[in-house]
């Protein structure tokens, strides 16, 4: 029941957090912003005290089945919005993350969460690492969404000269970039870290290094060249501003599709 | 006499307009002698900037005279006035003293309290007077118009707050590149708009400078000042992807900058974001400039909207200086409506003395025992009877200027007394200020 309560706390604070955020993208009020994120800041932490509460009930992380990860991808989310909001201070940023972090909870929510006991293919240290680097580089790559759209809609104000109040309270393309760039730098390590760690997992497991049977490794190794192409890119031809926020996208919706829509091949 | 405007601003006309009917300084001589060759213009002045083109000029037919300038504007330009004339906007008498009175102190400008625009009309004014186009009217209304415009900046806090099109330039480029520290700035031509907005960013962090003018000397000069680097106009294209801001104000007749130069150059930048201004009329940069990735253009016209959020505060300061210039107006024009009807009083009077001189003559040499003291009485009496008559004509043709009748009064008095005055010599002796 406890486990309930925080996970409702943090349900009913994201959305006040995502309303006064989605107010804050029509109304010029600082107050809203304020609001706003000490809003997410309490969800954030009734989150964590409902992650904790479940990790000590079962034992282990509570990312071992989609209700639980959905969770737990929400709360890397706000973690990581938190960080990147507090250094930039970018208060706007929390418009376009803040219902990212309340979709996947309330997805969440809807999901039903049966706590079972790990079966014996998934005690290894490997699949632990596996999935926490992988969900730290989601989050990453969440901001990066976030601030690629961020871009290419204060560019288009910039291209089209609409100077309304969104524009006022976007920040700078090259603001932007830089957080998209940061957390590029950070995400894409994580995720080649969680491809092998996942990798050698698998073998541990006895279905070999790479399975190419198994969807979820080819969709991980599809966004991995996603990346890997917009780093490449970025560091050698100069991607940067509207391409790699466009790339950035991309990127993120076949990590979606990797991360929700594929199922692993080894079942448990 | 009358005093008349007709021009076009950033108010009516889009500037693909007034590029179309701007007047290069260098030339302007031939428009100058060309407009008071007209009949009905006397005196005229033409002030053209980026942001308006205006001419001032005074008319003995104010509605004569304002639709012959509309023409001599469309003729001189060669566009059809039916296209013009939608832009277009006249003043006379009182208004048009308001309108430059306004103009000269900033309370009509793009961004209201900016100081250029004073500068500019000085420049224009001093084209007038060099070319002898200007005459004791126009030359006493913009002196007048000048010392408005520096009783409204020191009376009003309405140019301290520094806000300009460079200022908005300046948080423009923030709102693209971010922090200014470490970029470097390009000015192409030497407009004293652009090297306001280089000091600007100079302010604001921007680390180097590089100018580029067609006169090498000029670049050397300018780049001197602000201790950047000359560029030959040559080689503008092989030092421009080194400047993260472009701010352009050549004379150059056609564009200089097209979409294909700034492709090539950002690409040689790896698509660092560029940020050009385009302050010339007509436009140095080719529109198209802005659809190229990476590349963000704007024209002065771009600059008006981001401006927008500092007129609340200077709104406040503007009616102030409105109330100045008010004040102003009154005293004008009453020495202008003074201007047309002192011949006509010192006339009216010459006139009077005339004849009661011409009497007195008659009456004394047929009246031969007469002692002076007698003589003396009888002057004083025929001295005080004109004075008499003449004192509520005087009075009221004085004060006539306030409800503009002037005209009126003097051409009854020059027809009723069949008066000769020579107007514009009389003038330049009779002027009074308060």
């Known amino acids: 029941m406890m486990i309930r309560i925080f996970f409702y706390c943090t349900l009913a604070l994201y959305g006040g957090a995502t309303v006064a955020y989605l107010a804050y993208l029509f109304k010029t009020t600082p107050v809203l912003a304020t609001w706003a994120h000490r ?21 282990q992380l509570p990312i071992t089945n989609m209700h639980q990860s959905l969770s737990f991808f929400s709360l890397t989310i706000v973690g990581a919005f938190i960080y990147f ?3 930039y201070k970018v208060a706007i940023l929390g418009s376009f993350v803040s219902p990212l972090a309340l979709l996947a909870i309330i997805a969440s929510s809807a999901l039903p969460d049966e706590i079972k006991h790990l079966s014996p293919i998934l005690r290894s240290n490997w699949f632990w690492i596996h999935a926490l680097m992988a969900f730290v580089s989601y989050a990453a790559f969440t901001i990066t969404f976030a601030t690629s759209a961020m871009y290419l809609i204060q560019e288009h104000f910039l291209k089209k000269k609409h100077f309304g ?60 060249f996603i990346y890997a192409a917009l780093l490449h890119g970025r560091l050698t031809t100069g991607w940067r501003g509207r391409r790699a926020a466009l790339l950035s996208i991309l990127g993120f919706i076949v990590l979606l599709i990797t991360f929700i829509g594929m199922k692993h091949s080894i079942s448990w | 006499m009358n ?8 108010k009516t006309a889009p500037v693909e307009v007034r590029e179309k009917v701007a007047f290069s300084p260098n030339l302007i001589e031939k428009p100058l002698r060309d407009l008071i060759a007209l009949d009905e213009i006397v005196e005229g002045v033409v002030v053209s900037t980026c942001n308006r083109v205006e001419i001032y000029a005074t008319t003995r037919d104010i509605a004569g005279g304002i639709s012959r300038i509309k023409r001599f504007l469309a003729d001189h330009h060669r566009i059809s006035l039916e296209s013009l004339e939608q832009h277009l906007y006249s003043y006379h008498s009182e208004s048009a003293i308001r309108h430059v009175f306004r103009v000269a102190s900033s309370l009509d400008s793009l961004v209201v309290g900016e100081p250029q625009i004073l500068g500019q009309i000085k420049t224009a004014y001093g084209y007038a007077a060099e070319y002898k186009s200007s005459g004791i009217i126009l030359n006493r209304f913009l002196h007048k118009a000048f010392s408005v415009a520096k009783r409204v900046r020191t009376e009003t806090k309405i140019a301290s707050s520094a806000v300009s099109v460079a200022f908005a330039a300046v948080e423009l480029a923030k709102k693209i590149l971010g922090d200014l520290s470490g970029k470097t700035v390009m000015l192409i031509g030497a407009g004293e708009m652009c090297e306001l907005a280089a000091k600007h960013f100079l302010n604001s962090g921007a680390s180097g400078v590089m100018v580029a003018n067609r006169t090498f000397s000029r670049a050397e000069r300018l780049a001197d000042e602000f201790a950047g680097e000359a560029v030959r106009f040559e080689d503008l294209f092989d030092h421009l992807h080194r400047a993260d801001i472009v701010l352009s104000s050549t004379g150059a007749p056609h564009t200089i900058i097209g979409p294909k130069d700034v492709e090539a150059v950002v690409r040689r930048r790896k698509y660092k974001p560029m940020f050009f201004i385009d302050i010339a009329v007509p436009r140095d940069i080719d529109a198209k400039v802005n659809d190229v990735e990476s590349a963000y253009l704007f024209t002065v016209d771009d600059l008006q909207e981001i401006i927008q959020a500092n007129l609340a505060q200077r709104n406040l300061e503007a009616s102030k200086a409105e109330e100045i210039i008010e004040q102003e107006i009154g005293q004008f024009f009453r020495w202008l409506s003074s201007l047309e009807s002192t011949p006509t ?29 007698a003589e003396k009485r009888l002057e004083a009496l025929t001295v005080a009877i004109i004075n008499k008559l003449l004192h509520t004509p005087t009075a009221v043709l004085k004060q006539s200027g306030q409800g503009g009748r002037t005209d009126l009064y003097t051409d009854a008095l020059r027809q009723l007394f069949d008066l000769q005055t020579s107007h514009q010599d009389d003038g330049e002796l009779e002027l009074e200020e308060e």
């Open chain 1, 39 to 59: 809003l997410i800041a309490a969800g954030f932490v009734a989150h964590l005290l409902s992650t904790i509460h479940l990790s000590v009930l079962t034992g």
């Open chain 1, 85 to 87: 909001e507090r250094t």
């Open chain 1, 165 to 224: 109040a969104l524009f006022r309270k976007l920040p700078s393309l090259d603001t932007m970039d830089d957080i998209s760039y940061r957390c590029l730098t950070i995400g894409f390590p994580l995720l080649t870290m969680a491809i092998i760690s996942g990798a050698i997992w698998s073998e541990q497991t006895g279905g070999g290094y790479w399975n190419w049977s198994d969807r979820k490794q080819i969709w991980s190794l599809i966004t991995w």
């Open chain 2, 3 to 10: 005093i008349i405007v007709v021009g076009l601003s950033h």
């Open chain 2, 345 to 373: 009083i010192v006339a009216l009077r010459s006139k009077f003395d005339e004849i009661r001189r011409a009497e007195l003559d008659k009456t004394l040499s047929g009246w031969k025992d007469l002692p002076p003291e």
